[in-house]
């Protein structure tokens, strides 16, 4: 069986549950897990990709699509029997920031990616109706690009100011286990569904065939720790912030939250260095870490009309990250001083290793293949990075892929090798995509 349309039976449900909740803000729900039946986990195995790496079962999407009712009907059964046993999780590591370290992703089962999709439904029913407008991480209709322009707005309506930029220290892999099970009893107390939390969270790890139970922490990779990792950050932060923060500011804020990825920004620099202060204490209370090094101020204010001697320019002070772009002012084309953004160097760098490393493994595959492969590669490089102002860094890294397929092309053979006049002419053949802005952003005079 294939892929199934959207249920008629499981909208009304969420419409429901997500009334509730609006109405009810305080209000804890007791009874949500029954709504999961064989409908709701058809959806649930909708919304799930099909295209992710398989886990410790090795079991593909396709081949669970094969009998895929029989599956569903299993899995369901074991729900509501309480018999059902989360697997671990498979652990890979995947490059961070330069590449000098490496980031767990933990990668659960086909089947359990279905049922944590199914959990991810209700929760996400409920807490869409308290999350703050700020928060743009893994939430229906919101994305990186709308938390950027939402950031690039704010900071010029205020002229600019002074950035907080905030790194939690490895949030996924410390989240408390016993904290979060607490915040999320404030807004569910179903008990099916809190024990197919717990379950998933003690699942265990597998990696290189040797497995571990971690105390705390949830899997990068796993369906359910976005919504989990949501809730959690908006006990932490965002409800934290609006109560107890703004309120007793002297002048303008605004925060940007995508998941763990936060950016305050500030008209006053006594504010900014007040809420600095604070955040160590209040995160670490719920058992966060904050980076010390990379948890910091940056003056960000709007230069003056007349720059001052000695230029200055976008790799210095006045300069901050966030999602994977560095934010910096630099004049438009009307003279005036704008927020420009471009792609952040460790991003670029990261991008380009891993599309060398494939290159080098894959380099005997057929170049029909290998073509395809890359043309994916750019193609969903240009749709992130690819916004008003930064073509330049988008251009430099087709032509940097351009001449990395042609190194690892050339050394597939000491006879034939792939001069520049020869890759000329395969690119003739096998053209590699444009880097044309994928996302034009207003730009601002």
């Not at 989240?175 to 008990?191: I, N, S």
């Not at 409800?239 to 995508?258: A, I, T």
Request: charged share 30%; aromatic share 10%.
């Amino acid at each position: 069986m294939g892929e199934t349309p959207g249920s008629p039976t499981v909208s009304p449900k969420l419409e429901r549950i997500a009334k509730l909740a609006k109405e009810a803000p305080g209000m804890a729900f007791t009874t949500l897990a029954h709504h999961i039946d064989l409908d709701w986990l058809r959806e649930a195995y909708r919304r799930t990709r099909k295209d992710g790496a398989v886990g410790v079962d090795e079991q593909s999407a396709e081949q669970y699509a094969a009998n895929l009712e029989g599956n569903l009907q299993a899995l369901l059964d074991r729900v509501k029997t309480g018999t059902y046993r989360a697997p671990p999780v498979r652990r890979v590591h995947i490059p961070k920031g330069d590449g000098s370290q490496t980031r767990p992703i933990g990668i659960p089962t086909f089947e359990d990616k279905v049922l944590q999709r199914a959990v991810a439904m209700l929760l996400e029913a409920v807490y869409e109706q308290d999350f703050a407008d700020f928060s743009y991480g893994f939430r229906p209709g919101r994305s990186a690009h709308q938390a950027l322009e939402t950031l690039r707005d704010q900071v010029m309506a205020m002229g600019g100011g002074w950035v907080v930029e905030v790194d939690v220290k490895a949030f996924y892999d410390t989240l408390d286990h016993k904290r979060l099970q607490e915040v999320l009893r404030r807004r569910v107390r179903d008990g099916a569904l809190l024990r197919l939390i717990g379950k998933w969270l003690n699942a265990g790890v597998m990696e290189a065939g040797q497995l571990s139970y971690p105390e705390a922490g949830t899997p990068q990779g796993g369906v359910i720790s976005p919504i989990l990792a949501n809730v959690y950050l908006h006990e932490v932060l965002d409800e934290w912030f609006e109560r107890d923060v703004r309120p007793r500011l002297k002048g303008r804020v605004s925060l940007v939250r995508y998941a763990d990825d936060i950016a305050l920004v500030f008209s006053c620099e006594e504010d900014a260095r007040s809420v600095l202060a604070k955040l160590p204490e209040r995160f670490g209370s719920y058992g966060l870490t904050l980076h010390p090094d990379k948890t910091r101020i940056v003056e960000f204010r709007r230069p003056p009309r007349a720059p001052p001697s000695g230029g200055g320019g976008a790799g210095g002070p006045g300069v901050f990250d966030l999602l994977g772009f560095t934010h910096y002012w630099a004049k438009s084309r009307k003279g005036n001083w704008v927020v420009k953004r471009k792609t952040a160097k460790d991003r670029f760098s990261r991008a380009l290793r891993r599309v060398a490393q494939w290159c080098r493994r894959f380099r005997h595959e057929p170049v029909v293949q290998q073509w395809r492969e890359l043309v994916q590669k750019i193609r969903g490089h240009v749709g992130y990075f690819g916004i008003t102002g930064n073509a330049a860094a988008v251009s430099r890294f087709r032509e940097q892929v351009l001449s990395v397929w042609r190194r690892w092309l050339d050394r597939r053979s000491q006879r034939a090798r792939m001069t520049w006049d020869k890759f000329a002419k395969l690119l003739e053949r096998y053209p590699l995509p444009s880097a044309r802005l994928a996302r034009p952003f207003r730009s601002s005079s």
